[in-house]
């Protein structure tokens, strides 16, 4: 007998559902993402059979940036609805986000049986396929979109970051251009254009399309911060500095501005100013990379090797890749003194690069201001075999054969060092230093064998 009250509750329910579903779909327009959100998790909560608030809700979790959590939604929407392609679409870009690049093609892929003429389905394989840095099927699907929609700015400015990431700047260029002409308000078209002028030295043009995309998006810290690499990198440091300052106007806690200041007053000579601006950089991410590398230098030229030592060792723990730094990490510490620490920076450099002659040639001379002169030795040799007329390779192979007494073996190297540079400075006096030092010990060498030959005659005879 109480059947109506409970459909009159059911009722209820719903609409109170509908009327979230819509209030979220208002916020949503209004780009309030996370209560958007809330009000489509409570709509679902009370419906949860209608699929097309999962969609919704993942699209909030796109705005959100959530993606993981939107690929949940979207499988759950995709479930009720297998045959909808923009589903489908969505979850094989989001895919692609998170770097599931085959489930991704196999999603779209599978749009593309059931809709051939679905043109996302391609330009968002351009994306995918870029990732996997497989360019010549980006470029494939640009062409088949193009069939479908040849005005797509998506594809021209996906099609641009395969060109880009390939080196091929004038070309990525003008896809951009493309794709800025057809939609002037693009998401980061100028700032894209401003890198790649930037890169391929249209400076002045870089500069204007900097300022565009700072119109567009004045609050965008990552445009300031390259804008401000832009600045800087052009010996333009008053306005690299503002922009700098500029960023921590916004987020106070930016590390990387910090550290970009010490570079400004590092280039203008104040020392103690970027000294201050590293040590900010620093303290606010202990794991950036570069303030600990940029302290320790300006500590070495105050000669306070220890703190330098200590600050290059722990600029090492962070795991620098970076070989340029890396070698110049290691020529410091055996400056400082600090060979076996030297030693790990250039064996790191070689598990990434094992064809380079300065690494081979840095950790002779680590491991021989160590003593390990065998290990040296060979160390050069690699070096030689790489590069075998480099004359710095040729006189260090000759010095340590003369630690190692192996005085044939240094006169050859000294010979050969002068044949390739017979009238070149410093390389003939060290030459000629390196001969006299090896001659001077062989001939000790035949005195002292003479003089025990006499005293054994002497006693015995």
Known sequence: MYDFLENDDAAHEWDQAEYMATEAFELYEKGQMQQALEKLSNAIELAPEHSEWYFNAALALDGLEEYEKAIDYY??????????????????????????????????????????????????????????EQHDKAEQMFY??????????????????????????????????RCADLDPKH??????????????????????????????????????????????????????????????????????????????????????????WYQRAMDTDQQLAGPRFRLAQIFKAKNELI??????????????????????????????????????????????????????????????????????????????RLSPDKPELLLCA?????????WTHGLGYAKKCHIAYPNQEPWRSQCRKLKRAILFEKTLDKIKAGRLIRWISEKYT
Request: glycine content about 6%; aromatic content about 12%; charged content about 25%.
């Open 75 to 132: 499988e759950r929407a995709f479930e009720s609805s297998p045959d909808d392609v923009e589903i489908m679409n969505c979850l094989g870009v989001n895919y692609t986000r998170t770097t599931r690049y085959d489930l991704a093609l196999e999603t779209f892929e599978r749009i593309e049986a059931i809709d051939p003429s679905f043109e996302p389905s391609y330009c968002n394989r351009i994306i995918a396929y870029t990732e996997m």
């Open 144 to 177: 088949l979109a193009q069939q479908i929609n040849p005005d797509c700015p998506l594809c021209f400015y996906n099609i641009g970051n395969s060109l880009f990431t390939q080196g091929k700047y004038e070309r990525a260029i003008w896809c951009w251009d």
């Open 187 to 276: 998401p980061q078209i100028h700032f894209r254009l401003a890198q790649s002028c930037w890169i391929s030295g249209q400076g002045q043009r870089a500069k204007a399309e900097f300022l565009a995309e700072l119109r567009h998006n004045p609050t965008d810290l990552e445009v300031i911060l390259e804008f401000g690499l832009f600045l800087l990198g052009n010996g333009d440091l008053e306005a690299a500095k503002e922009k700098f300052n500029r960023i921590l106007e916004f987020d106070e806690m930016f590390a990387l501005a910090k550290f970009y200041l010490g570079e400004v007053y590092l280039a203008q000579g104040n020392l103690s100013a970027a000294e201050l």
């Open 307 to 384: 703190i330098a030592a200590d600050l290059l060792c722990d600029e090492f723990n962070l795991g620098i890749e970076d070989n340029d730094v890396l070698s110049t990490m290691g020529w410091m510490l055996m400056q400082i003194g600090s060979q076996q620490d030297a030693v790990r920076c250039f064996l790191k450099i070689l598990e990434q690069e094992d064809s380079n002659d300065d690494v081979f040639f840095g950790l002779a001379v680590s491991l021989a201001m160590g003593g390990e002169y065998e290990g040296a030795l060979q160390c050069l040799k690699q070096a030689m």
């Open 398 to 406: 000759g010095w340590i054969c003369y630690r190692l007494e192996k």
